[in-house]
């Protein structure tokens, strides 16, 4: 009581005929200090890759990219509503297939951003719904098609790019830090120019390649094309 606002016409000033019963009453809004919305913890995932891998391209499917555990507070249930990856590596979208995130065993699609570095995926209406204290893993699954010596690295970039909100005052919350204590990144996995391991993600080395099958002519010789 006495913490939601609204604002009210309760007289006109016009020589017109006025029709209808005054006060009209906007809605009311919250404006106090005092109120404690929900909160959301975000840290890296238990199945996260938490190192560089060798990956064979064209054979190696189902691969758990990067992964993200998310903590709702104990002021009230959150609500999830969609994430963006931000693929940072050397790989192109067509080097890629079949990428979904994952939570809870449901895959949903992503969309792919026209510069190709952005995967975003919406959990629908209302939302995937996380109880207070409670936690939820994220991940991003794919295969890797092609792209001999590229690197695939998944990461949130910003902490925005979480989209969640508290179920029970539908106010959005914007994630704690992760790793990056200045806000900017939730997970930082990139890699040099060299391809050298980032902290997260899966690293595709120069020297994985797609094995062929060599085939012989009558007198022994490789008709494979050089």
Known sequence: AGQVAYL?????????????ALPIAGAGH?????????TVGIAKGPLDPGAAQSKKVGEDKDLIFS????TAGSAEKVVLQSIRWNQSGSAATVDLGNVKTYVDGTPYDTTVSSDGKYFTSSFGTPGLVVDKGLSKEITIKGDIVSGSGRTVDFDVFRRTDLAAKGENFGYGIT?????DTAGTMVFTGLMSAG????????????????????????????TAEE
């Not at 919250?30 to 929900?38: D, E, F, K, P």
């Open 8 to 20: 009210s016409v309760v007289g006109i000033n016009t020589s017109a005929t006025v029709t209808g």
């Open 30 to 38: 919250t404006i106090n200090a005092s109120l404690v919305i929900g």
């Open 67 to 70: 992964s993200i555990k998310i």
């Open 175 to 179: 994630p704690d830090n992760g790793t």
């Open 195 to 222: 391809g050298a391991p980032g902290a997260y993600g899966v690293y595709v080395p120069a020297k994985a390649k797609v094995e062929r099958e060599v085939e012989t002519d009558a007198d022994g010789k490789s």
